[in-house]
């Protein structure tokens, strides 16, 4: 595996690659793996013949007073994840490489950014799409990989690339949880013993929903308002920023659970800000 921290090095490879007809799987990351992030990885290795994974802490992404100076990091340990799960190249660029002095430009999808957890972190996004865009740049594709963790992030970016015709697939891949039912986040690290203990009720209280939902209740504020109650009572310590009921395509409020429905909720706990989603109805 090589690591490659300039930007016009790993162009210059993956255009090597492309003119040899070689496929070439993009696996954007920040770094502190964990078994999400290798599932990632390992699904990348079988889907074509190269595997670019980036290693980048993008501060554009971050907000006023969030995490950027306290995400957990640790490139040693992370080199040695990504080469044992078949990565070719580790790109990991500096801030300064990738935002250089009198950047200027910005990639939107305004339709899709300014709801869920675009509320509350409202350039968020423009920081996702202007770093992904940059990475399919460099990297040329065919295929990127997501995790489903992020839904709002992999509606946006599947949304982008079909809108400015960018020749990738966009796979989204299953999230990946602890035994109990919490979603694998390198921000976990951020939870006491106590919040530890009470985030696998996010997961779940969207548990709950679904068995609503299948149970034949419709009404998407009932359901909402029956998850609402049970978190309530079983996550006392967290504080919620959104449960919102959508359409998975669309992000759009659904007011009546039909084909297809996705709950998508964000809460904070502690020093740790989580999301987890689960399809209500629907494949």
């Excluded at 290798?38 to 006023?64: C, H, I, W």
């Excluded at 709950?208 to 996550?235: F, K």
């Excluded at 759009?252 to 999301?275: M, N, Q, S, Y």
Aim: proline residues 6%; contains cysteine; charged residues 20%.
């Amino acid at each position: 595996m090589q690591i490659l921290t300039d930007p016009r090095t790993l162009q210059q490879t993956c255009l090597r690659w492309r003119a040899d007809g070689q496929h070439t799987v993009l696996v954007p990351t920040m770094g502190y793996y964990h078994s999400g992030h290798e599932s990632l990885m390992s699904y990348a290795r079988s889907a074509g013949d190269k595997v670019v994974v980036s290693l980048f802490v993008n501060p554009t992404q971050f907000g006023p007073g969030e995490d950027l100076a306290a995400y957990p990091r640790d490139l040693e340990r992370d080199a040695a994840v990504a080469e044992a799960n078949g990565a070719d190249v580790l790109f990991t660029p500096q801030p300064a490489d990738m935002f250089p002095a009198g950047h200027a430009t910005w990639v939107e999808v305004p339709s899709l950014a300014g709801t869920l957890c675009g509320v509350s972190r409202p350039t968020h996004f423009r920081g996702v799409c202007t770093v992904v865009m940059k990475l399919f740049q460099l990297a040329m594709p065919r295929t990127a990989v997501f995790g489903q963790k992020d839904w709002q992030q992999l509606a946006i970016i599947r949304r982008m690339a079909r809108d400015l015709n960018v020749p990738v697939e966009v796979v989204g891949r299953p999230i990946v949880r602890e035994a109990d039912g919490l979603a694998m986040s390198s921000r976990n690290v951020y939870l006491s013993a106590e919040e530890r203990a009470q985030a696998p009720n996010i997961h779940h209280g969207l548990a709950l929903g679904r068995a609503l939902v299948q149970g034949g209740e419709r009404d998407a504020a009932a359901v909402a308002e029956a998850m609402r109650r049970y978190w309530r009572e079983s996550l006392p310590l967290a504080q919620e920023d959104y449960v919102s009921i959508v359409h998975p395509e669309t992000l759009e409020p659904l007011a009546r659970i039909a084909d297809a429905a996705l709950c998508a909720v964000a809460f904070r706990l502690g020093k740790a800000r989580l999301i987890d989603n689960m399809l209500l109805a629907g494949d």
